[in-house]
């Protein structure tokens, strides 16, 4: 079965620390993977695409990785702030059949 | 920058009520999306539609329809609401794929009672 699972549900830590999420996945065949950022009362909002050819990929204090042999992905956040608080969202799409499978999202809350 | 916009942030419905929740997006994407979000679940596709006119179900159709009369304008009905339909309704388009590069609308979050 198709499954995205985060790791932690959720998550707190102070401004300026670093953190790392944790996205595992059993979709088969795989096309790629999106980390999303979901802000409270907003809608996601894409924060990198990882193709199965690229193991990381950066954008700003954001990083991702991924393993495709061992099916896992991770969001490191460096120097983190306060504006980082969000809900994290792993998604993969599966190819040939052209679906999105979405994780439940790891709730992340910077505190000063 | 692509906008998807959803007419309400907020809405409260009766049990049985007929519910239209609006979409519109600017920037002549052709498909569009509806999703429903639940806490500790993923998002849950509802319909999909890759075409005016055109409209596949997604993986928890029961209890909702759509339609799409124009490229930029995509509804979600519900018939007659329930109160299992209470959830954060989010509304997408994408231009590269059915199913990629999405651009999310803020949401709607829905309580029936």
């Known amino acids: 079965k198709n499954q995205v699972e985060q790791s932690p549900q959720s998550l707190i830590i102070l401004e300026g620390k670093n953190c790392t999420l944790q996205?595992?996945?059993?979709?088969?065949?795989?096309?790629?993977l999106r980390w999303y950022k979901q802000d409270t009362g907003r809608g996601p909002v894409s924060l990198t695409i990882?193709?199965?050819?690229?193991n990381t990929k950066s954008n700003g204090r954001y990083t991702a990785t991924l393993d495709a042999d061992t099916k896992q992905s991770s969001l490191h956040i460096t120097a983190s702030q306060l504006s980082d608080s969000a809900s994290y969202i792993c998604v993969v799409r599966a190819g040939g059949y052209n679906k999105l499978i979405f994780g439940a999202g790891t709730r992340l809350a910077v505190h000063p | 920058d692509v906008k998807v916009t959803q007419s309400s942030r907020y809405l409260v419905k009766r049990t049985g009520e007929k519910v239209f929740l609006e979409c519109v997006q600017d920037m002549d994407h052709e498909n569009m999306f509806w999703y429903r979000q639940d806490p500790g679940l993923g998002l849950r596709l509802i319909y999909f539609?890759?075409?005016?006119?055109?409209?596949e179900k997604g993986d928890i159709p029961e209890g909702y329809s759509v339609s799409r009369e124009k490229k930029e304008r995509f509804s979600l009905i519900l018939e007659s609401a329930s109160t299992n339909q209470t959830s954060m309704y989010l509304c997408?388009?994408?231009?590269?794929?059915?199913?990629?590069?999405?651009?999310f609308g803020s949401g709607t979050r829905l309580t029936v009672v």
């Open positions: 997408a388009s994408s231009l590269e794929g059915p199913f990629d590069g999405y651009t």
């Open positions: 996205c595992n996945y059993t979709v088969s065949p795989f096309s790629n």
């Open positions: 990882m193709t199965f050819s690229e």
């Open positions: 539609s890759y075409d005016v006119k055109m409209k």
